[in-house]
């Protein structure tokens, strides 16, 4: 007996669906572009919902900072290095079509007497437009980035940007706004820190402060001290100084209803040795909340290290080991003016404020809890 003829056989094979995605349409996507002293980073993301996606990014150590404490300049060296980089950023950029970009310079270039001739070289180079930003607007972007990170229980804000060539420190009131849009209260601040005439109830800035002191300028200031616990108390008493026109500073702060928010290097990289991580996992960093007796123990065990160890330590890598303790010191200075059991880490920054803010001044982030 002849088998039966399976049911079908013979019959043109279903189409299957390729697992790989489809190409984003580039007039959604954005770009930002945040050239600090020591990093040059780049992402590439499309709207969705009240966050965005990212599509690509790019990051690398270009330390366009070495050498500007001494002489004032950006150096030939560190200037051909950042192009390098930003020919990788302009490549992206125009493979994925992007039209709707910010592409921003902070510290490094607003403190060099020859930054404008960088500028046009860069543009000259690369076809980039690089822009300078001030101190008030690179705070501003980095608190709308951390929006989504911001407690409905905080009342009191203290945000915390730890740069390569700066500092910035915001401060927030949040009594008069309801609870539950307290996070969206703080992405509002994307049109400026004193907005007037809004429909809604407004996160107060109490007071912000841009501190020539990042983890590289701190650290260049204090290179000739030869004894690693000796130069680490210095960078950490020196910052403290440099805090005392705060106004908030001199308020002892009840830690009920107050949250420091930390983004940098430092501040990710400090969790990541409380963690035990081996391998940076941005998911288990981003939004970990520490204690300010836990960031402690972590910058004790880094200064029992020392040099030679924290090189040798995978937690910290190569790329951060050279700066973690002029960014610890800044972290201990903060802790001993606003001890927190609420210290919230954000593994963003300025390229997350810079594509929120696009975003929400195009109106294509629907409006809604983060």
């Known amino acids: 007996m002849a088998p039966k003829r399976p049911k079908g056989a013979g019959a043109f094979p279903k189409p299957v669906e390729s697992p790989a995605p489809s ?8 770009a930002a572009l945040d050239l600090g002293t020591n990093s040059c980073r780049m992402l ?29 300049r950006l150096s030939r060296s560190s200037m051909n290095r950042t192009i390098s980089a930003l020919r990788v950023c302009q490549q992206k950029i125009r493979r994925h079509e992007v039209t709707r970009m910010r592409l921003v310079a902070t510290e490094a270039c607003r403190r060099a007497h020859n930054a404008r001739d960088f500028i046009r070289q860069v543009k000259r180079e ?10 008030e607007e690179e705070a501003r972007l980095a608190v709308i980035s951390c929006a989504p990170l911001v407690s409905t229980k905080t009342e009191q804000l203290l945000v915390v940007d730890i740069g390569g060539g700066s500092t910035e420190l915001v401060w927030i009131d949040l009594t008069a706004v309801p609870p539950f849009d307290r996070p969206r209260a703080i992405m509002r601040l994307h049109a400026g820190f004193h907005t007037k005439d809004s429909p809604f109830p407004a996160a ?3 007071d912000w402060i841009s501190v020539p002191l990042g983890v590289a300028t701190l650290r260049d200031q204090f290179s000739d001290v030869e004894s690693d616990s000796a130069r680490y108390a210095l960078m950490s008493w020196y910052f403290e100084e440099n805090l005392a026109e705060f106004a908030p500073y001199k308020d002892e702060q009840a830690r009920e209803g107050f949250q420091i928010v930390g983004t940098s290097g430092t501040v990710t990289t400090v969790a990541a040795s409380h963690l035990g991580l081996k391998r940076y996992d941005r998911t288990k960093v981003d939004g970990l909340r520490m204690t300010s ?22 937690r910290i890598g190569l790329d951060r080991q050279a700066l973690i303790m002029s960014g610890s010191a800044i972290l201990q200075a903060l802790l001993r003016c606003w001890p927190t059991d609420r210290l919230s880490v954000a593994d963003r920054g300025l390229r997350e404020g810079l594509l929120y803010a696009q975003m929400s001044a195009d109106g294509v982030l629907e409006d809604g809890p983060f």
């Open 23 to 30: 190409l984003p349409d580039p007039s959604e996507l954005y």
């Open 126 to 135: 690369t076809g980039l437009t690089l822009e300078i930003i001030q101190p």
């Open 204 to 206: 107060r800035v109490v």
């Open 293 to 314: 007796d836990q960031i402690e123990k972590v910058i004790s065990g880094y200064l029992q290290l020392g040099p030679e160890g924290r090189r040798a330590d995978p």
């Open 44 to 72: 590439i993301a499309q709207p969705k919902g009240n966050q965005f996606h990212v599509v690509d990014s790019f990051s690398k150590s270009v330390q366009l900072g070495a050498g500007l404490e001494k002489s004032g």
